[in-house]
């Protein structure tokens, strides 16, 4: 505020005593008006809680306030400041002329300076404090403001002083209210911000100058001075004329004193009474506007006090309770808990609940009504607190829910079922405002997603938009034709939230959702069906191709615009080019040959009445030669919805080539069925030829062979005595070599027979037949020892003698091939094969072979061993496959050298086939 203090004020005692008076004159207004209270206060604690000067509040010693500062001096906890008896710190002998002291500066308002010992926690020797003492309010009471600074520092004012100067000249400024200096005889000397703006100037130093200098100049009465003495104080209410002419009624409190050099001051403190006057009557007014509102309010209002007892309801409450008056409801509810409150004990937990957090507490309760009957009601109370800081009554409102409640759950219940229903449905729905955001999704869009419903709501499609596959602005232009009731359809390429990218169709329409106006779009996914539309395109290229490539046309025929679609090939067939406008049917039924163009009405009629297909062949003429042309069309009627043919459909083929090479294949075929029966009779005689051979073979041979067998043995029987060791040897080759070419002869003409003989198959028993043959086996050859096994039960349909004959010979091998075995095994059965054949097998542990020879085994005379080790033709197996193939199976053979070989076998599988 500069300037509007004068330079004699910087006198650090003066200041000091200026500043006392000001909170000395300041009690009574501070009394009157409770705002200065609270902001002086709410003022100092911020002004000092950052000082570095230490400061205490006090009252005669009993520690009202202390900051930091003055906590680390007197070495204080924040427990310790709160209610420590200051005096108790300082020297006994000092402690009474202290304790007079604070109560002077309390009395007289005047500030003062003291210097004391103090002993300090933990100290030896008590310290020497000194202070500045300064009356000032505290909470609505008198009290003791000290600013202690060190008084050996030896400054000419110490900072603290400094401090002090400082913020009561801030604090001087900043009041809210109107505050002026003026000497004994009425001269002003400063005045604050408040002041000035009061009267009607922009500051104070423009009221010192404009206004005369006297604060008698502003009142439209004179101020009487004060001649009671310095001390005294005056309170009185006069007329004031601001700067502008106009008046206002203040009230002014006066303190006047003398300082400590006997120069005279007054403080005034100015209320503008006309703006307290105007608060007041709004605030009557208010009071009265809330009296009508609360008597004829609808809305159920009451206030009781916190032990149960209404103090005050309206009528709204006594018609809610079933009451007639409010005067009735007064008189007859004594007890609020008991004959309110349905559950009783629920009026104490909110009342706590409310004392506790001091706000409005909203709760449901149900609640009686005079006829007994109960009622839900929505309850909004406050519990209402004095200056002082305790509860004083319970204010609130009533509201009865019960048909809302009702309503409600009816709502809750179509809520759940038109989720239940949305959810239901398979395809994705999306409920969107004129922003494009979501405001609700269905179960088949999280589906769809991947994401959780609450992760859609409020976001737009670029959510779920794949990066630079849509038009969003073109999609926002749609949707907002979808609001002006045009539906929409487009397609749209989404984003899972996995990253997957997939195409689906989408489908917007107007419509209502909780009262706003939607759109509702449903979208299906079309990934399927783009990738059949893909394959379809593809399979109809393809086809284009097949057709051209088999010379295969396709028509379509409207028969309701009489109009013809052709495929390219077909244009290629009638011979004309490709892309001309569609023909007519008269057209191209003139190309046809007449009788034939008849013929294909006839069916064209008959597949329309009998729902038929239809097959011809028919011959036309081609457009750009002439040429003659066989064509085959086949052709199927589509019907509509009332069975009325709309459409045919079908394809033409030129067949004349195939029909030329079809007449030329007819000659060959007749060539050749003749060629084939001149063959047919030639084979037949070369049969009978060499069957003829074959028994002449086995009839003149077999004489000489027996002859030569004969006539050896008698040689070595009857000249034993007369021929050596070496005519014996030769004779001994010579009955083997005979012996066996007979063999062979035996088994070339088996071979030949087996290959001519008729099947006779029937149910044969496998297993017996193995059994009987190693039986035999065993009585032939008595000195082997083999252990043999066979599964039982194996029966077929098969030639009994045949395959007897292919098992003899497997089981003769598998004895002759094991017999270099200390401990032989033979094993005949069968397994079911994954291609649901069954496969028999003979398995051995003998010599067995190099697989490398395998495909040999077969042929006939083929060995696989050396005559000299074993003995056999080398026919047996070739025989063994021609019994197996003659059945329709096959037979192949596994084998490891020295380990054992398995012959496996398949007959042609019947349905009598059993294990």
């Not at 004031?240 to 403190?269: H, K, N």
């Not at 074959?694 to 004969?710: E, F, K, Q, T």
């Not at 050396?866 to 037979?891: C, D, M, N, Y």
Request: proline content about 4%; some cysteine.
């Amino acid at each position: 505020m500069s300037g509007s203090i004068p330079s004699f004020l910087e006198n650090t005692t003066v200041l000091l005593a200026l500043l006392a008076a000001l909170l000395a004159g300041l009690l009574a207004a501070v009394w009157l008006v409770l705002r200065w209270k609270r902001q002086a206060r709410r003022l100092f604690v911020r002004k000092w809680e950052t000082a570095s000067a230490p400061v205490l509040v006090h009252r005669g010693g009993g520690i009202l306030y202390a900051n930091p500062a003055f906590k680390r001096l007197a070495v204080l906890n924040d427990g310790q400041a709160g209610g420590e008896n200051w005096l108790a710190r300082i020297q006994p002998d000092e402690r009474e002329r202290l304790a007079s002291r604070y109560a002077q500066v309390i009395e007289s308002g005047l500030p003062a300076r003291e210097t004391y010992s103090v002993t300090a926690p933990g100290q030896m020797r008590p310290r020497q404090w000194s202070s500045s003492l300064l009356p000032m309010i505290w909470e609505g009471r008198l009290a003791v403001l000290e600013v202690f600074h060190d008084p050996g520092a030896g400054e000419e004012k110490p900072p603290s002083e400094i401090a002090v100067e400082q913020y009561f000249r801030k604090l001087f400024a900043d009041l809210p209210f109107s505050i002026c200096l003026s000497t004994r005889g009425g001269r002003l000397i400063a005045a604050n911000a408040s002041c000035a703006a009061l009267f009607g100037y922009s500051n104070p130093d423009q009221m010192l100058v404009e206004s005369g200098g006297r604060l008698a100049d502003l009142a439209q009465t004179g101020l009487e001075t004060d001649e009671s003495g310095a001390s005294a104080r005056l309170a009185t209410v006069r007329w004031f004329r601001r700067r502008d002419g106009s008046q206002f009624a203040g009230r002014v409190v006066r303190q006047c004193y003398v300082d400590e050099q006997g120069q005279e001051f007054c403080l005034e403190m100015i209320e503008d009474l006309s703006e307290s006057q105007r608060v007041q009557q709004a605030l009557k007014e208010s009071e009265k506007r809330f009296e009508r509102l609360f008597e004829s309010s609808d809305l159920a209002i009451f206030e009781s006090s916190l032990d149960g007892r209404l103090l005050r309801v309206n009528q709204a409450y006594a018609d809610l309770h079933g009451y007639q008056s409010p005067q009735e409801v007064l008189a007859e509810i004594k007890d609020v808990a008991h004959q309110i409150y349905v559950h009783p004990e629920k009026r104490q937990e909110v009342l706590q609940e409310a004392l506790k957090t001091g706000e409005m507490i909203c709760f449901e309760n149900e609640s009686w009504r005079k006829d007994g009957s109960i009622f839900l009601g929505s309850i909004k109370l406050q519990v209402m607190f004095r200056e002082d800081g305790q509860p004083d009554y319970i204010f609130g409102f009533v509201e009865d829910i019960t048909q809302r409640k009702q309503f409600e759950a009816a709502l809750q219940a179509s809520e759940e079922s038109y989720r239940g229903l949305f959810n239901s449905v398979r395809e994705a729905i999306y409920i969107q405002d004129r922003d494009l955001r979501f405001l609700d999704v269905n179960q088949g869009a999280v589906e769809m997603y991947g994401y959780p419903r609450e992760a859609f709501l409020g976001q737009t499609p670029e959510f779920v938009s794949a990066p630079g596959r849509n038009n969003l602005a073109e999609i926002a232009a749609r949707v907002e034709q979808a609001f002006q009731k045009i539906p929409q359809r487009f397609e749209f390429w989404g984003m899972r939230a996995n990253g997957e990218i997939f195409p689906k169709d989408v489908r917007l329409y107007p419509g209502v959702y909780f009262g706003r106006e939607v759109v509702i779009a449903i979208a299906i996914d079309i990934t399927e069906q783009k990738r059949a539309q893909e394959a379809l395109a593809e399979m109809q290229n393809d086809l284009e191709i097949a057709q051209k490539a088999a010379g295969i046309g396709s028509w379509r025929w409207d028969l309701t615009a009489n109009r013809v679609w052709w495929s390219p090939q077909l244009y290629t067939i009638w011979g004309r080019e490709p892309g001309e406008e569609l023909i007519p049917s008269e057209a191209w039924l003139g190309q046809m040959n007449p009788e034939d163009a008849e013929l294909l009405l006839h069916h064209l009629q008959k597949a329309a009445l009998e729902k038929e297909n239809f097959s011809l062949e028919l011959r036309i003429r081609r457009w750009s030669d002439g040429e003659e042309r066989l064509v085959q069309v086949e052709g199927a009627v589509i019907f509509d919805e009332n069975d009325l043919p709309i459409r045919m459909v079908g394809t033409m083929m030129d067949i004349t080539e195939r029909r030329t090479a079809e007449l030329k294949i007819q000659q060959l075929n007749q060539e050749l069925e003749t060629r084939v029966f001149e063959r047919t009779a030639q084979l037949e005689t070369a049969v009978k030829e060499l069957e003829a051979f074959s028994y002449s073979v086995s009839h003149d041979l077999r004489a000489p062979l027996r002859a030569m067998d004969g006539y050896s043995k008698l040689l070595m029987t009857d000249f034993a005595d007369k021929i050596d060791d070496r005519a014996r040897n030769y004779l001994e080759r010579i009955r083997a070599s005979s012996q066996r070419m007979a063999q062979l002869i035996d088994d070339l003409l088996m071979l030949s027979r087996i290959s001519r003989r008729e099947l006779l198959k029937r149910k044969t028993d496998l297993s017996k037949i193995a059994v009987n043959l190693l039986t035999e086996l065993e009585t032939q050859y008595p000195d082997r020892r083999v252990e043999w096994q066979v599964q039982p039960d194996m029966v077929v349909q098969a030639d009994e003698n045949l395959l007897s004959i292919a098992l003899r010979n497997l089981l003769e091998n598998s004895w002759k091939f094991t017999a270099p075995k200390a401990s032989a095994q033979i094993e005949v059965g069968c397994l079911d094969h994954e291609d649901h054949h069954r496969v028999y097998y003979v398995r051995d542990n003998g010599v067995g072979f190099d697989m490398t020879y395998a495909e040999n085994m077969f042929a006939p005379f083929q060995r696989l061993h050396p005559q000299s080790q074993f003995e056999g033709t080398g026919i047996g197996l070739a025989i063994v496959q021609r019994i197996i193939r003659k059945h329709g199976g096959w037979i192949w053979a596994e084998s490891i050298l020295d380990q054992g070989t398995t012959m496996f076998f398949v007959l042609e599988p019947t349905a009598g086939e059993s294990i």
